[in-house]
């Protein structure tokens, strides 16, 4: 995991996933097959789905990347099935990247985007109202507030979002259930969103209408 990032090897479900393959190591009687086989043979059926199980895990590649349009590395249509299929193993698993300690941080996501997919994020999260206070910042700026706004939120960017609950999020906000984020962008924007940062470079008609509200 760590190939994708230096720290990724530090976090908790990759230290949970090393100490796992630590066990089973320690366990099976490598370097004899027979006695490998004969381990296997009398282990009991939990334990031996919970070995497959680990080892099958190391064969699931959930990577997003671009697709070369020169044919080289993976195409469009691969990529596709890649991620309907990733999708499909997180419904099983009920994997959630929420409760799995993903946050957007400035090292994760935020200052690897676009601005404009950092106040999209914001948006999402905490109202049109709380994205405009960003949109004078410059991008390192907008980055460390934004990742101060969206901790604690459970936002996520779209590939790393199960579709089934996307789907029902949708289907909540079609029956009137979901937030409404025209009714509540005039409380979207707190004191806890309003730091010097953000007002310091605003022009003085925006602040004195901020310091109004």
Known sequence: MSAQAPD???SVVAKLV???????????????DAALWDYLTVLDQGSRLALLAHCLS????????????????????GLTRRMEH??????????????????PTVDTYLNRVPKARTL???REAKGEG???????????????????????????????RRNDLVALDDEDRAEGQG???????????????????????LPAESASMLAAE
């Open 130 to 160: 709380t994205a405009q206070l960003l949109d004078h910042l410059k991008k390192g700026e907008m980055a460390s507030e934004a990742e101060r706004l969206l901790k604690g939120s459970g936002w996520l960017p779209e590939v790393l």
């Open 58 to 77: 190391f064969g699931v590649n959930a990577l997003h990347e671009k697709v070369n349009p020169y044919g080289a590395g993976i195409s469009a249509a």
């Open 179 to 201: 937030p409404d984020i025209d009714a509540e962008l005039a409380d979207s924007v707190s004191e806890a969103d309003l730091p010097a940062l953000l007002t310091d470079h």
């Open 120 to 122: 999209e994020a914001v």
């Open 18 to 32: 090393a100490e796992r393959h630590a066990e089973w190591e320690a366990d099976l009687p490598l370097g004899d």
């Open 8 to 10: 990724l090897k530090d």
């Open 86 to 103: 990733a999708d499909l193993v997180a419904r099983a698993t009920g994997l959630d990247m929420v409760e799995a300690g993903w946050e």
